[in-house]
């Protein structure tokens, strides 16, 4: 791992925004991928939130860690600015269906995750955050989707995710869709919540859509 790297970590985890900036520039300058240093600057977010479990930090703390993570998006998508493609009119991919769910505000990952997507050539609605279960099933039925993403970081988001898959089944609408959770998840939560798959990388939804949007979805169970 490069030293720019390394330091970004650590520089996010002490909050400190000018030395965050400034190693994410320089990280662009030296070409490394933008995703690669988001990830960093993530793993910075998660020593955040350990200082908070730990009462060492607060909320305002958790605040900054997002106004950080919010400027170093506008960073990285000012120089990605010209190689940004736009959705064709025509998608060869089914649309997808995307929202953090019910009591969940979180949306930092969520709108990473949508970036590249539509960077991809997804159409994506993006519900937004605090997303009720029945507006997911409402946005199914409008919508010719076959995926839906669902993003939860917090213990309340799980029952938010199950009670969303429930809902959906209830409305025979379960059978045709996917749904693939991130965020805090793991596979403990994947068959709680009764989701069909799961994933805190968000470069691995993009195969994993492709895969499901072409009907090849045996491939997809081996990811
Ligand atoms: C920033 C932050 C906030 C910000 C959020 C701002 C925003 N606009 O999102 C604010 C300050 C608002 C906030 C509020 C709260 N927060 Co908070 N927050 C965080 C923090 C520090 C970072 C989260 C983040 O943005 N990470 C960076 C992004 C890029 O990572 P990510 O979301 O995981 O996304 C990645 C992947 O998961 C993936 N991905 C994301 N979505 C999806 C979807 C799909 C389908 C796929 C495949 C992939 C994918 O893509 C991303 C890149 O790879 C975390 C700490 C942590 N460990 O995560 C706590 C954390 C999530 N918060 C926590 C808590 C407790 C709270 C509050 C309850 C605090 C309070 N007392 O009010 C409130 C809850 C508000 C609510 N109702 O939602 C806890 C949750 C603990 C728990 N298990 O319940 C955490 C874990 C902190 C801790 N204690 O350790 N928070």
């Known amino acids: 791992m490069l030293k720019v790297q390394k330091m970004l970590v650590g520089a996010m985890a002490r909050l400190d925004d000018a030395m965050v900036l400034n190693l994410v520039k320089q990280g662009l300058q030296m070409g490394i991928n933008p995703y690669v240093l988001l990830e960093e600057v993530r793993?910075?977010?998660?020593?955040?939130?350990?200082?908070?479990?730990?009462g060492e930090y607060f909320l305002s703390d958790l605040?900054?860690?997002?106004e950080?993570?919010?400027?170093v998006l506008e960073m990285v998508s000012k120089v990605s600015k010209g190689k940004n493609r736009t959705t064709p009119l025509v998608s060869p991919?089914?649309?997808?269906?995307?929202?953090?769910v019910?009591?969940?505000i979180h949306d930092i990952g969520k709108n990473i995750?949508?970036?590249?997507?539509r960077y991809s050539g997804f159409s994506v609605w993006d519900l937004g955050v605090d997303v009720p279960a029945a507006a997911f099933v409402e946005a199914a039925k409008r919508c010719q989707s076959r995926i839906i993403c669902l993003t939860g970081l917090i213990t309340e988001s799980?029952?938010?995710m199950k009670k969303t898959?429930?809902?959906?089944?209830?409305?025979?609408?379960?059978?045709?869709?996917?749904l693939i959770i991130g965020g805090l998840v793991n596979e403990v939560v994947r068959q709680y919540t009764g989701a069909d798959y799961w994933s805190t990388d968000c470069r691995k939804v993009l195969e994993l859509c492709r895969t499901i949007s072409t009907g090849n979805e045996m491939k997809a169970q081996s990811l």
């Open 43 to 54: 793993a910075g977010t998660e020593r955040v939130g350990e200082l908070y479990n730990k």
């Open 63 to 66: 605040i900054m860690a997002a």
């Open 68 to 71: 950080i993570f919010k400027d």
């Open 93 to 100: 991919y089914s649309p997808v269906i995307f929202g953090t």
């Open 102 to 104: 019910e009591n969940d």
């Open 113 to 117: 995750t949508i970036g590249i997507l």
């Open 158 to 160: 799980y029952d938010s």
């Open 165 to 178: 898959v429930q809902l959906l089944d209830e409305a025979g609408l379960r059978g045709r869709m996917t």
